[in-house]
């Protein structure tokens, strides 16, 4: 959500966001805590160039307050702007 709502911000109002979060889970001092979540996220973004759309896509990562209540923990993230499929 932090990643639209920037995107839409910036006037790139996006068409699709899908995110995947891939969570890691690993052991420590007997006890189980989340070591690294990757997320994957894809978009299609009408009027964007690949540089914006990077560029807004970590701002979101390191402004969104899932990241910051979660900074003990990795967090990697790649993000694709895919085309806007043509109508039928």
């Not at 966001?17 to 690294?36: E, L, M, N, W, Y």
Request: hydrophobic share 45%; aromatic share 4%; charged share 15%.
């Amino acid at each position: 959500m932090a990643f639209a709502n920037a995107l839409s911000n910036a006037g790139h109002v996006p068409e699709v966001v899908r995110t995947t979060a891939i969570v890691h889970f690993g052991g420590q001092a007997g006890a189980f805590s989340i070591s690294k979540i990757e997320l994957q996220t894809e978009a299609q973004v009408g009027g964007i160039d690949r540089t914006a759309f990077e560029q807004i896509a970590q701002g979101a990562k390191k402004s969104c307050p899932v990241s910051k209540a979660l900074a003990g923990t990795e967090i990697t993230l790649d993000a694709k702007l895919t085309p806007i499929a043509a109508p039928r």
